[in-house]
């Protein structure tokens, strides 16, 4: 059975950090697409983040050069290390994996596009 948990979330101030970590089980995570999300109140649920089975990482304009993403395979997590954190980064966050095993495609950042969902964490960052 897959499952995806996330962990790491919390409150923090303006300028601060955070590490956000998505324990799977029930399959290996190294084979696929893993994506991060958030979902703001009042706004739709937009992709973040995502690494593929070769590595390649990508990410949205607004958190470029701030977020980095990243698999540890031995452990079977994914990892969103999230510094310089703004008040407009404050949203619930979710891991997902891509439904079909390989490279994150040009439609990486679509939900429907993942069957498999994390219940989500709470990020929060105050001005």
């Known amino acids: 059975q897959v499952a995806l948990v996330e962990s790491g979330g919390g409150s923090v101030e303006a300028g601060g950090s955070l590490r956000l970590s998505c324990a799977a089980s029930?399959?290996?995570?190294?084979?696929?697409?893993m994506a991060w999300f958030r979902q703001a109140p009042g706004k739709e649920r937009e992709g973040v983040a995502s690494?593929?089975?070769?590595?390649?990482?990508l990410y949205i304009d607004s958190v470029q050069g701030r977020f980095t993403v990243s698999k540890d395979n031995d452990k079977n997590t994914l990892i969103l290390q999230m510094n310089s954190l703004k008040p407009e980064d404050t949203a619930m966050y979710y891991c997902?994996?891509?439904?079909?095993?390989?490279?994150?495609?040009?439609?990486?950042?679509?939900?429907?596009?993942?069957?498999?969902w994390g219940q989500g964490i709470q990020v929060t960052v105050s001005s």
């Open positions: 997902a994996r891509q439904a079909r095993p390989g490279i994150c495609g040009f439609s990486w950042f679509r939900a429907v596009n993942h069957d498999y």
């Open positions: 029930g399959y290996r995570i190294r084979p696929y697409c």
């Open positions: 690494v593929g089975s070769d590595g390649t990482t």
